[in-house]
């Protein structure tokens, strides 16, 4: 069997959700970039993927080092081979809270020429949802009016709820489109690394935003991560589909550019 043939059934479990298929595929993909899928699965070794890690993700933060590494050894245990992530040592994660962007920085990313940057930002902010459900939205998910949108979890279905700060910018942002990713990648992909359907705009043959990219062009912008930016607001709130949408903080219904929804609505 070949890596690429191992890969693609490994994906193809009906046990993982959504989310996590697309965060084993982001790995795999990278092995098999990397690799070749032509390669026989038996001649991958622990230490040919020790030294992609460390090209890839050496520098990255811990919590996205053990990520990728979980999923090596989840494809490893289901393949039936040597634990390829055996040269990969687990790196602690801080508890330490980062402080949230705030002030003038947070000023300055509001004037960001992209609209795209602008309104993931402005969601992540106003909302406190993680950047990888953000990241997940589809247009036809999205209820425009009631400001908010539906994703799927590992819990569930959950409705993202937002301000109008973010309800301007994804207007702007939609343009029309009536399906497919919110937030797409700048080109379409490569022909020899065709995404997911699910991850593809029919319309303008562009992929889906990735979290790599989308955590990279933050940290460029502004020197802090996505977490930092969603983390003023603690305490989401969570609800099932179809229950009454919780009153927006300022008691009448309606929170102010400057405010944040901070609902998150199962």
Not at 166 to 188: I, K, N, Q
Request: charged share 25%.
């Amino acid at each position: 069997m070949t890596l690429g043939a191992a890969a693609e059934g490994f994906l193809a479990r009906g046990d993982l959700n959504a989310e996590t298929i697309r965060s084993y595929s982001q790995t795999l993909r990278r092995l098999r970039l990397d690799l070749g899928p032509g390669t026989p699965l038996a001649d991958v070794t622990a230490g040919k993927v020790a030294r992609i890690f460390a090209v890839a993700w050496g520098t990255a933060a811990p919590r996205t080092w053990n990520r990728h590494r979980a999923a090596v050894r989840s494809f490893s245990a289901w393949a039936a081979i040597e634990d390829l992530s055996a040269e990969l040592g687990r790196k602690p994660e801080s508890r330490e809270r980062r402080p949230a962007v705030h002030g003038p920085d947070l000023e300055a990313l509001w004037r960001h020429p992209s609209v795209r940057e602008r309104a993931l930002w402005r969601l992540l902010h106003e909302s406190g949802a993680s950047a990888r459900a953000a990241l997940s939205l589809n247009i036809e998910d999205l209820d425009l009016t009631a400001r908010r949108g539906r994703v799927t979890t590992r819990t569930g279905p959950v409705w993202i709820s937002w301000g109008y700060g973010t309800a301007a910018l994804l207007s702007e942002l939609v343009a029309g489109r009536t399906r497919g990713p919110l937030f797409l990648a700048d080109r379409r992909p490569a022909p020899a690394r065709p995404p997911k359907p699910a991850d593809l705009c029919p319309d303008t043959g562009r992929g889906r935003l990735s979290y790599e990219r989308a955590e990279y062009l933050f940290k460029k912008a502004a020197g802090y991560t996505l977490h930092q930016l969603a983390s003023r607001t603690k305490h989401p709130i969570l609800s099932a589909p179809g229950e009454q949408r919780p009153e927006s903080r300022d008691g009448a219904g309606r929170s102010g550019p400057d405010t944040h929804a901070g609902q998150c609505v199962r």
